[in-house]
């Protein structure tokens, strides 16, 4: 088969690989390898991929199913509190069937605590907080997702709430979902944001010692040789590349 004749396989694979978004959303960053590495870690043989990490955009209404009763509830019910659904709402995403609402930060309980005791809305269980981190996404490097579930709605969402790496503190949910107390011990461990208002934020995984945050996207991959079974497995940053 000719290289120049279409792959309709290929054109397929390709609109069906995650987080591709075409030319939509707001790019943070090109990445080269699988895994961004650029210090010889990257032993996956995918060296010569590049590609553009996009962030979906803010949805349109209507947003669809039961979004728009949930978006609606929630605007009605900041407005009840005299806070403008604007100041506290960055922006509404439905991407992938899913419903993120991005937050203000300094807003984060009210709204969380809206989202739990609305009738209408009844989020009554964060099944924790997640960390990413995005160094190219300059100012706001930093984010916190919370997974929010209502068992009596039958329904599930998102939180998303951004911090600059100069200043990483968000507010804790712990007065509001108490299980969250060690979800952000865990996030602050890997990812350094600062929870305001924990009662105990120490560290959870890694040693009281220990210098940096793991599973940030600029963390070295060099690491500690480990021996199994009499082999001496080397770090991963001496391991052979195939790039």
């Not at 694979?13 to 995650?18: C, G, K, V």
């Not at 890997?190 to 934020?201: E, S, T």
Request: hydrophobic share 30%.
């Amino acid at each position: 088969m000719s290289t120049e004749e279409p792959n309709p396989e290929k054109d397929l694979s390709a609109q069906n690989l995650p987080g591709q978004r075409g030319d939509a959303g707001e790019e943070v960053r090109v990445q080269r390898g699988m895994f961004g590495a650029d210090n010889g870690g990257d032993t996956s043989g995918y060296g010569g991929l590049v590609r553009s990490v996009r962030l979906p955009g803010p949805a349109a209404r209507p947003y669809g199913g039961w979004f728009d009763e949930v978006a609606d509830e929630l605007e009605g019910a900041l407005e009840e509190q005299d806070l403008l659904p604007a100041n506290a709402i960055e922006k509404t995403v439905v991407d992938r069937g899913e419903l993120t609402f991005h937050i203000e930060r300094e807003h984060l309980p009210r709204v969380a605590r809206t989202l739990r005791d609305d009738p209408a809305l009844r989020f009554e269980l964060c099944t924790g907080v997640s960390g990413v981190h995005y160094p190219g996404d300059r100012g706001r490097e930093l984010h916190a997702v919370y997974h929010l579930r209502s068992l009596t709605h039958g329904r599930a969402i998102r939180l998303e709430v951004s911090a600059p790496d100069s200043d990483p503190h968000v507010p804790s949910l712990v007065s509001v979902y108490p299980t969250n107390d060690w979800h952000e011990r865990e996030t602050y461990d890997f990812f350094g944001l600062v929870f305001d208002g924990h009662p105990a934020l120490t560290r959870i995984m890694m040693p009281d010692d220990w210098q940096g945050f793991p599973q940030r996207k600029d963390y070295p991959l060099g690491g500690i040789a480990v021996e199994y079974k009499g082999a001496q497995i080397p770090a991963p940053d001496q391991r052979r590349s195939y790039s």
